[in-house]
C-alpha cells in the first residue's frame, strides 16, 4: 500500500500561470479532500470529494477546481496563479461510511510558490 | 457549528518532563475528536481518536487525550517527553450535521523539547 501520494513535492510557478497538483489513494477510500496550510494558520480546506463525479467547496475554495473522475484519483487545478496561493497543500483521503469518526491518511505535502 | 481552539500556539517543555497541550472544542452533536501530529516537511499522522467509547484514549509513543465533555475538552498529554516529541501537534474535531463528515482543524500547536 502506497497510502496517499502527491505530486510534485515542490513546485515553483509565475503569476499566471496554471498547473494541476496530482493525489492519489490506493485504500479504496470514499472521502478525499485538498487542504492548504499557511504558517500558523492550521488547515484550511479547499476541496472534498465523498465519491467518483462529486466534489463540493470547503473553506477557501477560490482560485480552485478539483474534478474526481475515479475513486484513486483527486487532482486540484489552479488556473491563474497569484502570490496568495503560495502554500503547502495536503491531500488527504478517509472511508467515511460509518460516520464522523474515521481517521484522515495524509500525503506528504505539495509545497507551492508563486513569485 | 463544530469549532475548535488550540490553547497555546507554542509550548516548550525539557526532555524528560511532561507534555501538556490543551484543546477545546464547539459542537452541536456527539462529536469525534482526533489529535494529529506533524513532523518537520511531513504529512499528517494520526496520533489518536476519540469516538464516543472510553473517554480515557491512549495512542501513539505514550501520548494520550481525556474527553472531558462538561470542559468540552480534549487535551493531550505525555508523561515524558521525548526529543523526537518536536513537531507541530493539531486538535480536530469532526461531527456529522446532514451525514456530512468534514473535520475541522485547529491552528496548531508546535511542541519545543530542549535537551
Known amino acids: 500500500n502506497a497510502g496517499v501520494t502527491q505530486t510534485p513535492k515542490f513546485r515553483i510557478l509565475k503569476i499566471g500561470q496554471s498547473m494541476t497538483l496530482q493525489c492519489a489513494q490506493d485504500m479504496n477510500h470514499n472521502y478525499m479532500y485538498w487542504y492548504r496550510q499557511d504558517p500558523g494558520m492550521g488547515l484550511k480546506l479547499i476541496y472534498y470529494s465523498v465519491g467518483a463525479g462529486i466534489t463540493d467547496k470547503g473553506e477557501v475554495p477560490n482560485g480552485y477546481n478539483v474534478s474526481r473522475s475515479t475513486t484513486e484519483d483527486f487532482p486540484l487545478r489552479l488556473e491563474l496563479a497569484a502570490p496568495s496561493q503560495t502554500s503547502v497543500y495536503f491531500c488527504a483521503s478517509s472511508y467515511a461510511q460509518r460516520g464522523p469518526q474515521e481517521t484522515q491518511y495524509f500525503g506528504p505535502g505539495t509545497r507551492l510558490l508563486v513569485l | 457549528a463544530q469549532s475548535v481552539t488550540q490553547l497555546d500556539s507554542h509550548v516548550s517543555v525539557s526532555e524528560g518532563t511532561p507534555v501538556l497541550l490543551r484543546c477545546n472544542y464547539s459542537s452541536s452533536y456527539s462529536p469525534s475528536l482526533f489529535w494529529y501530529v506533524q513532523h518537520p516537511n511531513k504529512g499528517l499522522q494520526l496520533l489518536l481518536k476519540y469516538t464516543s467509547a472510553a473517554t480515557l484514549v491512549k495512542g501513539i509513543n505514550g501520548f494520550e487525550a481525556e474527553f472531558k465533555k462538561s470542559e468540552t475538552s480534549f487535551h493531550l498529554t505525555k508523561p515524558s517527553a521525548h526529543m523526537s516529541d518536536a513537531a507541530e501537534y493539531f486538535c480536530?474535531?469532526?461531527?456529522?450535521?446532514?451525514?456530512?463528515?468534514?473535520?475541522?482543524f485547529g491552528r496548531g500547536t508546535s511542541l519545543i523539547v530542549h535537551p
Open positions: 480536530v474535531v469532526s461531527d456529522s450535521p446532514g451525514g456530512s463528515y468534514i473535520p475541522t
